[in-house]
């Protein structure tokens, strides 16, 4: 699974969705997904614009957790 940690970076800049959508020209509805972790794709330009946002690494917006092995999901 992979976790978009988007509220984190926003609480530790001390930032608001709509501030965030002003500054990256991205609509605030899909702020608010990926905030949420609600959003089913990310764009690379999207990714991008949030990366120079925040002055950060893609690792520090997106996270990779395994699944369960258990997880028969698939």
Partial sequence: MIRIKLSDLLGK???NQKTLANLT?????TISKMYYEETKRLDISQLNSIC??????ISDLLEFIPDSKNDNTR
């Fill in 25 to 29: 020209k991205i609509r605030p509805a």
């Fill in 13 to 15: 800049h001390k930032m």
């Fill in 52 to 57: 120079q946002a925040f002055n950060c690494e």
